[in-house]
């Protein structure tokens, strides 16, 4: 079983609708988890980082987080054309400062 | 965002060859990180470090060292790159532990 996991896409919403990302992971000691944003060719942006159970909003993105269930999800109201792109979960696994990635989902919004 | 850079941004080396790669970053931060990203694999951890001259492994260490001598400098060395290790390499940092990593722009590493 991998250590993160998400789907790999792609999850293709049209314009304005909500997009919803999701993550699971096996480390159940994990305190901090992250949602990065990479466009082709770029590099990885932070998004959000959430460290309690429950939801945090920014803007147009809410993280939400369920230690119980080992499962943190990203959702993107409103999408944009702009929002296309690779997105990230990253959990720091084991204790200390080491972050593993999930191999990412790629989100197409559509016109 | 940290002010981090990476040099090259690009490179193209031959089989057997030495390669080093520089991540500088300007925020102070204590902890640096090199990854690698490669499709269907996502991003994983090469080398880490936690002070000047303190690093340790990370998933995917073998063929790989690091080096810190200053708080702002961490190079990754290839000792004698191999066609395994064609890949895109990304350079982190971040100021305390748990927190947030900021990345470098990267490098496109193209070995024949």
């Known amino acids: 079983q991998k250590e993160v996991e998400q789907n790999s896409g792609p999850l293709s919403v049209p314009e304005g609708a909500i997009a919803s990302l999701n993550c699971t992971y096996s480390d159940r000691g994990s305190q901090s988890f992250f949602w990065y944003r990479q466009y082709s060719g770029k590099s990885p942006e932070l998004i959000m980082s959430i460290y309690s159970n429950g939801d945090k909003e920014d803007g147009r993105f809410t993280a939400q987080l369920n230690k119980a269930s080992q499962y943190v999800s990203l959702l993107i109201r409103d999408s944009q054309p702009s929002d296309s792109a690779t997105y990230l979960c990253a959990v720091i696994t084991g204790g200390g400062n080491k972050l593993t990635f999930g191999t990412g989902t790629q989100l197409k919004v559509e016109l | 965002d940290a002010g981090i850079t990476q040099s090259p941004r690009h490179k193209v080396t031959e089989t057997g060859t030495p390669v080093t790669l520089r991540c500088h970053q300007t925020?102070?931060?204590?902890?640096m990180y090199w990854y690698r990203q490669d499709p269907g694999h996502g991003l994983r951890l090469i080398h880490y470090s936690y002070g000047v001259k303190d690093t340790d492994k990370g998933e995917v260490s073998d063929g790989y060292s690091v080096s810190r001598s200053k708080t702002e400098d961490f190079l990754l060395t290839l000792e004698s790159a191999t066609s395994s290790q064609t890949s895109v390499y990304f350079c982190a940092s971040s100021g305390q532990e748990q927190e947030t990593q900021y990345f470098g722009p990267g490098t496109r590493l193209l070995v024949l």
């Open positions: 925020e102070n931060h204590r902890y």
